[in-house]
């Protein structure tokens, strides 16, 4: 199911993104020679903001669905219809068996998202420039479902839902553990770590369009200017994450405050003391907000941000990538031949085959010199071998020709498949095997023993 939704939804990425494109291309040829490109970016992002949230939240929710019905379900479906104990019966080891589910399963999820992060990053990059700074292509809503993150992210959701499966042993428990999990990491990635991944860079900048979004007069004529300081944004570093904004006077000391005064989302207000009597900023001349800036820039007010630049895009993929994938997240070390599996739990008891099999191996049975694995002359026929499976006995100590399967076929045994892996690795004696006797065509009725005391009346 969710193969083709993916499927569908990369058809309409690939019709619908040259298409796009162009339109972009053709917006920003027609603006640049009348300086009118903002208002291109304000229009051209309304019109396909819908589509650009919904791709974001889908790859958002992509990594958190391959965690919860590729990861979790994974083993803990097994121990509870209790199918492992069938494949563990077979010739295949646990580890085998555990890596091929793993990593087939794993790198399919993860390869899925991966894909899936390229194509929409690839569809929505007209709109990433001209997104407004809270969507920019380093904001932390839209950081996550760019580039090769959901790659990373979908890796360590799955490893995680293994991981909580295995411990829980329980589906829902472990999804919804899983779940919980994956949200904190969600939130914690972009509030605690992701900000420190390489040094910030810290500046001033003077005031303008880009990071004023307004300036209005304080009380009544005579008061000062409160300015409506963005804190998205800086001049000359477009789509650059700020994590700080501050207004700082002439001495450089930060200006607090703004008297109760709101403005636009992403604003902070603060009051600068200049004349508005006269002047530029004064009302009554109405110069308008450019020579209102132009002055208080004169007077020595700057910007200062902390922030990191666009360019760091691909290197904080990299290395966020890298930091949730499964070799730095939480590892599946909880095996179901793991300590952790006691013997005799709800789980079907395994824990004690796990143990034996560990004690076990490199300590079978060797026979003296000369004599094969299998044992010799009747011995061999009648089973009481120890040792490996499937070698023949040492030359003149069995009749010619005699092999393993032709001795085990002529004494008639055929061994229980769980105690034929158990005895394969263990080189127990067959002896304390279950065995089950057929009987041999070409052999002869055999009359029943009769009792003590009834050989003189049947004399007589």
Same mark, same amino acid.
């Given at each position: 199911?969710?193969?083709?939704?993916?499927?569908?939804?990369?058809?309409?990425?690939? $019709?619908?993104?040259?298409?796009?494109?162009?339109?972009?291309?053709?917006?920003?040829?027609?603006?640049?020679?009348?300086?009118?490109?903002?208002?291109?970016?304000?229009? *051209?992002?309304?019109?396909? #903001?819908?589509?650009?949230?919904?791709?974001?939240?889908?790859?958002?929710?992509?990594?958190?669905?391959?965690?919860? *019905?590729?990861?979790?379900?994974?083993?803990?479906?097994?121990?509870?219809?209790?199918?492992?104990?069938?494949?563990?019966?077979?010739?295949?080891?646990?580890?085998?068996?555990?890596?091929?589910?793993?990593?087939?399963?794993?790198?399919?999820?993860?390869?899925?998202?991966?894909?899936?992060?390229?194509?929409?990053?690839?569809? !929505?990059?007209?709109?990433?420039?001209?997104?407004?700074?809270?969507?920019?292509?380093?904001?932390?809503?839209?950081?996550?479902?760019?580039?090769?993150?959901?790659?990373?992210?979908?890796?360590?959701? *799955?490893?995680?839902?293994?991981?909580?499966?295995?411990?829980? &042993?329980?589906?829902?428990?472990?999804?919804?553990?899983?779940?919980?999990?994956?949200?904190?990491?969600?939130?914690?990635?972009?509030?605690?770590?992701?900000?420190?991944?390489?040094?910030?860079?810290?500046?001033?900048?003077? $005031?303008?369009?880009?990071?004023?979004?307004?300036?209005?007069? +304080?009380? #009544?004529?005579?008061?000062?200017?409160?300015?409506?300081?963005?804190?998205?944004?800086?001049?000359?570093?477009?789509?650059? =994450?700020?994590?700080? /904004?501050?207004?700082?006077?002439?001495?450089?000391?930060?200006?607090?405050?703004?008297?109760?005064?709101?403005?636009?989302? /992403?604003?902070?207000?603060?009051?600068?003391?200049? !004349?508005?009597?006269?002047?530029?900023?004064?009302?009554?001349?109405?110069? @308008?907000?450019?020579?209102?800036?132009?002055?208080?820039?004169?007077?020595?007010?700057?910007? +200062?941000?902390?922030?990191?630049?666009?360019? %760091?895009?691909?290197?904080?993929? =990299?290395?966020?990538?890298?930091?949730?994938?499964?070799?730095?997240?939480?590892?599946?070390?909880?095996?179901?031949? /793991?300590?952790?599996?006691?013997?005799?739990?709800?789980?079907?008891?395994?824990?004690?085959?796990?143990?034996?099999?560990?004690?076990?191996?490199?300590?079978?049975? %060797?026979?003296?010199?000369?004599?094969?694995?299998?044992?010799?002359?009747?011995?061999?026929?009648?089973?009481?071998?120890?040792?490996?499976? @499937?070698?023949?006995?040492?030359?003149?100590?069995?009749?010619?020709?005699?092999?393993?399967?032709?001795?085990?076929?002529?004494?008639?045994?055929?061994?229980?498949? &769980? %105690?034929?892996?158990?005895?394969?690795?263990?080189?127990?004696?067959?002896?304390?095997? %279950?065995?089950?006797? &057929?009987?041999?065509?070409?052999? +002869?009725? +055999?009359?029943?023993?009769?009792?003590?005391?009834?050989?003189?009346?049947?004399?007589?």
């Amino acid at each position: 199911m969710m193969a083709a939704v993916l499927v569908v939804l990369a058809a309409v990425l690939a $019709l619908t993104g040259p298409d796009l494109a162009s339109r972009y291309a053709a917006g920003i040829a027609g603006c640049t020679p009348n300086n009118t490109c903002d208002d291109f970016f304000d229009r *051209f992002f309304d019109e396909h #903001q819908i589509p650009f949230l919904a791709l974001t939240l889908v790859v958002l929710l992509l990594p958190a669905l391959v965690g919860l *019905f590729w990861g979790a379900p994974l083993i803990t479906r097994e121990l509870e219809a209790g199918t492992h104990l069938l494949v563990w019966n077979q010739s295949i080891t646990r580890g085998r068996w555990l890596a091929v589910k793993l990593g087939l399963t794993g790198l399919a999820a993860t390869a899925a998202a991966g894909l899936c992060g390229l194509a929409v990053t690839w569809w !929505s990059d007209p709109l990433d420039k001209s997104a407004v700074p809270e969507m920019a292509r380093m904001a932390p809503l839209v950081f996550g479902a760019r580039g090769i993150a959901p790659m990373g992210y979908a890796a360590f959701a *799955f490893v995680l839902g293994v991981t909580a499966g295995v411990l829980v &042993r329980r589906t829902l428990p472990a999804m919804a553990l899983t779940l919980a999990a994956f949200a904190a990491i969600q939130l914690a990635m972009p509030l605690l770590v992701r900000p420190h991944l390489m040094p910030p860079v810290t500046s001033t900048f003077e $005031l303008g369009r880009t990071n004023v979004d307004g300036i209005v007069p +304080q009380g #009544q004529e005579g008061g000062a200017m409160q300015v409506f300081l963005s804190t998205s944004a800086v001049p000359g570093h477009a789509g650059a =994450w700020v994590l700080s /904004s501050d207004l700082v006077d002439p001495s450089g000391r930060t200006i607090v405050g703004g008297d109760g005064a709101s403005g636009p989302s /992403s604003t902070i207000a603060r009051s600068i003391p200049v !004349s508005t009597t006269s002047g530029p900023c004064a009302l009554s001349r109405a110069q @308008g907000a450019d020579a209102c800036r132009a002055e208080i820039n004169r007077l020595g007010y700057r910007q +200062q941000a902390t922030y990191q630049p666009l360019e %760091r895009f691909w290197p904080f993929q =990299w290395i966020e990538t890298s930091a949730s994938g499964p070799s730095s997240g939480s590892r599946p070390g909880s095996t179901p031949c /793991s300590p952790s599996a006691s013997p005799g739990s709800a789980s079907g008891g395994y824990g004690e085959a796990c143990h034996d099999r560990r004690q076990d191996r490199g300590r079978r049975a %060797r026979p003296p010199p000369g004599v094969g694995l299998h044992g010799t002359g009747a011995a061999a026929r009648r089973g009481e071998h120890g040792g490996g499976y @499937g070698l023949r006995a040492a030359p003149g100590n069995t009749p010619a020709g005699d092999g393993h399967h032709d001795r085990r076929h002529r004494a008639g045994v055929l061994l229980h498949p &769980r %105690r034929l892996l158990q005895r394969r690795h263990t080189g127990r004696p067959l002896a304390a095997d %279950r065995r089950i006797r &057929r009987p041999d065509p070409g052999a +002869q009725p +055999q009359r029943a023993r009769p009792a003590e005391g009834q050989h003189a009346d049947a004399d007589r």
